[in-house]
T-cell receptor, first 114, second 111 residues
Framework: DSGVTQTPKHLITATGQRVTLRCSPR?????VYWYQQSLDQGLQFLIQYYNGEERAKGNILERFSAQQFPDLHSELNLSSLELGDSALYFC?????????????FGEGSWLTVV | GDSVTQMEGPVTLSEEAFLTINCTYT??????LFWYVQYPGEGLQLLLK?????DKGSNKGFEATYRKETTSFHLEKGSVQVSDSAVYFCALSKAGTALIFGKGTTLSVSS
């Protein structure tokens, strides 16, 4: 158990809908990262937050947004869903942003868009 | 930009065989290097890491050495087990940046 908790574990929704994925980082971790894992694209970095502020953006679509709340949990919002958004979405956390710090991953949220 | 390249899989081995999974990177500055493992149906777990040149990371019989001169971080294990069957990801990070992953290498070990 990494200490990073993601909900829901599985989600099936229709095209055009909106979903919210939730992440609780490890106790004491200030950085939260979101990744998307799909068969064709591999592991893609989406966005990073540090202590409530956005710190880095990766390949995140405009239809996707995220935030980190004062209690440090984070939510990833996916809207106007398309079939191609079906993927495993990982949240990860680390204490801070130093390069050598270990980043711990949750078990992921499986999103299926039908 | 920074990137990580891993050998294409799948890698299929018999139990007790020697394992090498090649990983090379392209990065400016001084990245830290990582190997993560993803067992079937699970999330990613850190396997080992190295934060500077010539460091050797090791865990559970796996080893990798940070070679700056060849920009490599190859994963090795002397004797694999069936329980090592998983997907292995090489990754790098620099201060203030998220992990950049390779595409992953699937390892299948048969008894």
């Amino acid at each position: 158990d990494s200490g990073v908790t993601q909900t829901p574990k599985h989600l099936i929704t229709a095209t055009g809908q909106r979903v919210t994925l939730r992440c609780s980082p490890r106790s004491g971790d200030l950085s939260v990262y979101w990744y998307q894992q799909s068969l064709d694209q591999g592991l893609q970095f989406l966005i990073q937050y540090y202590n409530g502020e956005e710190r880095a953006k990766g390949n995140i679509l405009e239809r996707f947004s995220a935030q980190q709340f004062p209690d440090l949990h984070s939510e990833l919002n996916l809207s106007s869903l398309e079939l191609g958004d079906s993927a495993l979405y990982f949240c990860a956390s680390s204490v801070e942003q130093a390069a050598g710090n270990t980043i711990y991953f949750g078990e992921g949220s499986w999103l299926t868009v039908v | 930009g920074d990137s990580v390249t891993q050998m294409e899989g799948p890698v299929t081995l018999s139990e007790e065989a020697f394992l090498t999974i090649n990983c090379t990177y392209t990065a400016t500055g001084y990245p830290s290097l990582f190997w993560y493992v993803q067992y079937p149906g699970e999330g990613l777990q850190l396997l080992l890491k190295a934060t500077k040149a010539d460091d050797k990371g090791s865990n559970k019989g796996f080893e990798a050495t940070y070679r700056k001169e060849t920009t490599s971080f190859h994963l090795e294990k002397g004797s694999v087990q069936v329980s090592d069957s998983a997907v292995y990801f090489c990754a790098l990070s620099k201060a203030g940046t998220a992990l950049i992953f390779g595409k992953g290498t699937t390892l299948s070990v048969s008894s």
